[in-house]
Nanobody
Framework: QVQFVESGGGLVQPGGSLRLSCAASTSRRIFNLAVMGWYRQAPGKERELVASITGGRSQNYTMGRFTISRDNAKKAVYLQMNSLKPEDTAVYYC?????????WGQGTQVTVSS
């Protein structure tokens, strides 16, 4: 059974940074091939895809204030978030892209507030 476990959230002031981590329980072969993504769901809003990264090798992509990276050897995906804003407040999840309903974890709460 595939499971994703997110961590690294917390309370941060506007302009601050956080690094989220996601550990996958799937086999390394399957993880290496999977397109992975970070999603978020703010109160009263639908869950949305924030960043995604293709499989095949460990790498990273920067999209504005966020950088997504993966370490296939560790079966992990990371999200470095800089210059955080109050509107970034949400529960953050990782999952494959497209998302698999059965793979949603508990997420990690990110709160940006002064």
């Amino acid at each position: 059974q595939v499971q994703f476990v997110e961590s690294g959230g917390g309370l941060v002031q506007p302009g601050g940074s956080l690094r989220l981590s996601c550990a996958a329980s799937t086999s390394r072969r399957i993880f290496n091939l999977a397109v992975m993504g970070w999603y978020r769901q703010a109160p009263g809003k639908e869950r949305e895809l924030v960043a995604s990264i293709t499989g095949g090798r460990s790498q990273n992509y920067t999209m504005g204030r966020f950088t997504i990276s993966r370490d296939n050897a560790k079966k992990a995906v990371y999200l470095q978030m800089n210059s955080l804003k109050p509107e970034d407040t949400a529960v953050y999840y990782c999952n494959q892209v497209p998302a698999v309903r059965e793979y949603w974890g508990q997420g990690t709460q990110v709160t940006v507030s002064s």
